[in-house]
């Protein structure tokens, strides 16, 4: 990259601060919470459900905690919807739920391991390595399934965190559709990782909060 890209992609990420940051400490002033740091990333990876991200946060515990955010979000959104954004990202942060469920998905890694050397011990004991392969599987779909489930209800939470900061659903509204038309744009998801996506459809959660604000809306910033 010449030293011109570089001065233009640093000129970028400055003013997205610039437009973001103002957002995330009025988020966190009203949580009376210390501001988590914010950071601009282009890619997260390679994979498409990676590369399509729009912003991810990192809970570490008070100014540790990280929140990475990207170009295309302050580009393609209006103020509220960005702000709507930025509370479910900070909502992670304050009700401290990334942390759960990624203990969660490390269990389940560590009981495929183990389920793949059980699968070498049947090998050389059948009877009991069968029996010790049916009960680590069964552990295995159940911990990834309840990390799948936990997932997607905490996500569920930092929504109802950020709809109880906006008052409103109008930033949700945007977000939401957006999110949903870049979905069926990607075409990336199909059966499987419908099954496996960790975050509920962009519609499915506009509609779960629209039916909840009929109803008396918890205070999400308490």
Request: proline share 4%; net charge positive.
């Amino acid at each position: 990259m010449s030293n011109s890209a570089r001065n233009d992609s640093a000129q970028g990420k400055e003013s997205i601060l610039a437009v973001a940051g103002p957002m995330l400490q009025r988020i966190a002033a009203a949580a009376g919470q210390v501001v988590p740091r914010l950071v601009v990333i282009n890619r997260w990876g390679r994979k498409p459900r990676a590369a399509s991200a729009i912003a991810k946060t990192r809970v570490r515990g008070g100014a540790r905690s990280v929140i990475a955010l990207s170009p295309e979000a302050v580009s393609s959104l209006s103020t509220a919807a960005l702000e709507f954004l930025l509370a479910h990202e900070y909502g992670h942060i304050a009700l401290r739920r990334s942390l759960w469920a990624r203990a969660r998905w490390a269990c389940g890694i560590v009981l495929l391991v183990l389920g793949f050397l059980s699968l070498v011990a049947a090998v050389f004991l059948p009877v009991l390595g069968a029996l010790v392969v049916a009960v680590l599987m069964a552990g295995i779909f159940a911990t990834l399934g309840a990390g799948l489930f936990a997932s997607r209800r905490h996500e569920e939470e930092a929504d109802d965190y950020a709809a109880a900061y906006q008052g409103s659903l109008g930033g949700a509204d945007e977000l939401f559709r957006w999110l949903a038309v870049r979905r069926a744009k990607a075409r990336a998801a199909g059966l499987l990782g419908g099954l496996t996506a960790t975050h509920p459809h962009p519609l499915d959660r506009l509609e779960r909060l629209t039916k909840k604000r009929k109803g008396p809306v918890r205070d999400g910033l308490a």
